[in-house]
């Protein structure tokens, strides 16, 4: 009965591994998408406004 109790655990950590890893990339590419989209919506808006 130890066995699938100990699989079971071991699958549940490698899923909980496995969502933080994810998790953290996708919280990483996100964050790298903001900061290039806010750069370049500061370069866009500091263009438009030299060009008005």
């Not at 699938?4 to 998408?33: I, M, S, W």
């Amino acid at each position: 009965m130890s066995i699938p109790n100990h699989q079971l655990k071991t699958d549940n950590q490698r899923l909980a591994v496995l969502c933080l890893v994810e998790f953290g990339v996708y919280g990483g590419f996100f964050e790298l998408c903001g900061i290039v989209g806010s750069r370049l919506a500061r370069a866009l808006g500091c263009q438009w406004t030299f060009a008005t």
